[in-house]
């Protein structure tokens, strides 16, 4: 018999305490899953993503320094002089700040501090927050047991799928191939690192946040526990899925 996939986590665990503590106001969840990739793989990665925002933010120093020059000997009236700065100071700025927010800051006030405190281990913790988009309502829909029907199992297993896709470590946003991906994501820092606190502290283990979807309803938490389904599709059909199963965000 294939158990449930969906867990009630009892409201006086840890795990309960951990992921309502660091959910947000619209109850998005969280995903988790677990790195098991060779420390050197790790630490390669680490170092590469490294090169890049160093890079990223002397390009960023170097053009806000010839910018500032520019503006000073810019040969214009000074009235033109002003205008000719501000849209400079402008397009600068807007482009400085799509990059801090997004990989800088992220990189290291959030990596490097994870780094810093826990280094390279065998295994890692993933987590980041699962988007709005995810419309997870239509993939649990119907019971939770791998034994059921097949549209059941196959909703099961392109929640997986997707789920997979959005924790994809190829779309990371450290990564210089994903800079320009639509579909980069960012790890959730502050949760990460009160993880680490609790698994070092025995409050819970790290193989708790193997492949994982953590959602909150009506203060209740339920874990789909992906990392049971084994099947396995094509790239297309991940892809097919992935479409079907999100909709555009809504402000």
Same mark, same amino acid.
């Given at each position: 018999?294939?158990?449930?996939?969906?867990?009630?986590?009892?409201?006086?665990?840890?795990?309960?305490?951990?992921?309502?503590?660091?959910?947000?106001?619209?109850?998005?969840?969280?995903?988790?899953?677990?790195?098991?990739?060779?420390?050197?793989?790790?630490?390669?990665?680490?170092?590469?993503?490294?090169?890049?925002?160093?890079?990223?933010?002397?390009?960023?120093?170097?053009?806000?320094?010839?910018?500032?020059? =520019?503006? %000073?000997?810019?040969?214009?009236?000074?009235?033109?002089?002003?205008?000719?700065?501000?849209?400079?100071?402008?397009?600068?700025?807007?482009?400085?700040?799509? %990059?801090?927010?997004?990989?800088?800051?992220?990189?290291?006030?959030?990596?490097?501090?994870?780094?810093?405190?826990?280094?390279?281990?065998?295994?890692?913790?993933?987590?980041?927050?699962?988007?709005? =988009?995810?419309? @997870?309502?239509?993939?649990?829909?119907?019971?939770?047991?791998?034994?059921?029907?097949?549209?059941?199992?196959?909703?099961?297993?392109?929640?997986?799928?997707?789920?997979?896709?959005?924790?994809?470590?190829?779309?990371?946003?450290?990564?210089?191939?994903?800079?320009?991906?639509?579909?980069?994501?960012?790890?959730?820092?502050?949760?990460?690192?009160?993880?680490?606190?609790?698994?070092?502290?025995?409050?819970?283990?790290? @193989?708790?946040?193997?492949?994982?979807?953590?959602?909150?309803?009506?203060?209740?938490?339920?874990?789909?526990?992906?990392?049971? @389904?084994?099947?396995?599709?094509?790239?297309?059909?991940?892809?097919?899925?992935?479409?079907?199963?999100?909709?555009?965000?809504?402000?």
């Amino acid at each position: 018999m294939n158990p449930s996939l969906l867990q009630t986590i009892s409201s006086d665990s840890a795990l309960h305490a951990f992921f309502t503590k660091h959910d947000d106001d619209h109850n998005n969840g969280f995903i988790t899953r677990l790195d098991r990739s060779p420390i050197a793989q790790k630490r390669s990665t680490f170092y590469h993503s490294l090169a890049l925002n160093t890079a990223i933010l002397c390009c960023l120093t170097i053009l806000a320094i010839l910018t500032i020059r =520019s503006n %000073l000997e810019a040969p214009y009236p000074p009235p033109m002089r002003v205008a000719y700065a501000l849209t400079q100071d402008i397009l600068l700025a807007s482009a400085s700040l799509v %990059l801090f927010r997004s990989t800088l800051l992220p990189f290291f006030f959030g990596e490097c501090r994870l780094r810093y405190r826990y280094g390279f281990r065998e295994t890692e913790i993933i987590l980041r927050r699962s988007p709005r =988009s995810l419309n @997870v309502e239509k993939l649990t829909t119907g019971g939770s047991n791998l034994q059921g029907s097949k549209s059941n199992g196959t909703r099961l297993e392109a929640l997986s799928k997707a789920a997979t896709r959005l924790v994809n470590p190829q779309l990371l946003y450290s990564r210089p191939g994903a800079i320009l991906s639509s579909d980069y994501w960012t790890l959730e820092y502050p949760a990460l690192l009160d993880a680490y606190d609790c698994v070092d502290n025995g409050k819970f283990s790290d @193989v708790d946040f193997d492949f994982t979807l953590w959602k909150q309803k009506d203060g209740l938490w339920t874990a789909c526990e992906l990392w049971r @389904v084994q099947e396995i599709m094509t790239g297309e059909q991940e892809s097919d899925v992935f479409e079907n199963l999100t909709f555009p965000e809504k402000c």
